[in-house]
């Protein structure tokens, strides 16, 4: 079965632990798609290079401060997968580093918790080298593409809109008009799979500026859309802004 390729909009930690429109909609694709492993590249691994995490039993990282105790209690058991590590080095090409330090972070373990709670998925994480530009990870994730013939969910975990700096902490907050127009711009890119102006976008002006301050939450997105095969469907799991500056977007490539 090919399976979808899946970016979720994952939001503060605490989703971990909530029960809400959000986390429901995570427990559905996971109710739906039943991959043989998982592929996550996750914002918050960040660094030089590209690295797989390499490892039987990867530890849950709490990489976060001033959250509820029970927050750093959670622990998301799933085992790692030596043979994904092989396949995606070998499509990554020379120069992938296998991880032995890294586990999953919270960017990852916050939305499987609810997609696949029992954590029997196994799981690679998959960095993104901080010192390429948008198209080199593009480019990069068209080389997964076979994985999502051989039953692996290729998933993305960031936000298409993060700003925390305009971020409305502790209230409920109306979305920023910049935020959401620049949330309905990527979806009606990626729905016409016209994926250039995601590349280069800061081509998108002011509203892209202010959605991206920085290129970490959003570059997953392209690991995603780079997975959209020709005449491939995209639909849009999850929607909504939090604190008004963001973005929950979902995406399923392959719906």
Do not use: C
Request: proline share 7%.
């Amino acid at each position: 079965m090919t399976m979808p390729a899946i970016f979720f909009g994952h939001g503060t930690p605490m989703n971990a632990l909530d029960d809400n429109a959000y986390t429901r909609a995570w427990a559905a694709l996971g109710a739906r798609y039943r991959p043989n492993a998982i592929l996550m590249v996750s914002a918050h691994w960040y660094v030089p290079g590209v690295a797989v995490t390499a490892v039987d039993r990867p530890r849950t990282i709490h990489d976060f401060g001033g959250f509820p105790r029970a927050l750093y209690e959670v622990d998301y058991p799933a085992p790692g997968a030596a043979g994904l590590v092989r396949r995606a080095s070998e499509l990554l090409g020379p120069g992938v580093r296998h991880d032995r330090d890294w586990g999953l972070d919270h960017g990852t373990w916050s939305v499987l918790v609810h997609a696949y709670p029992k954590a029997d998925v196994p799981v690679v994480q998959l960095s993104i080298d901080e010192t390429k530009p948008a198209q080199f990870h593009y480019d990069l994730a068209k080389r997964l593409a076979p994985l999502r013939d051989e039953g692996v969910l290729i998933a993305g975990s960031g936000n298409v809109v993060h700003n925390l700096h305009e971020y409305a902490w502790g209230g409920a907050a109306a979305a920023r008009d910049w935020a959401a127009r620049f949330e309905a711009r990527v979806k009606a890119l990626l729905a016409a799979g016209d994926h250039a102006p995601l590349i280069d976008y800061p081509s998108l002006g002011n509203d892209a500026t202010l959605s991206i301050p920085t290129p970490e939450h959003y570059l997953p997105l392209l690991y995603v859309a780079a997975q959209q095969r020709a005449g491939e469907a995209v639909g849009f799991p999850v929607e909504g802004i939090e604190g008004g500056s963001l973005s929950m977007l979902g995406v399923v490539v392959g719906a």
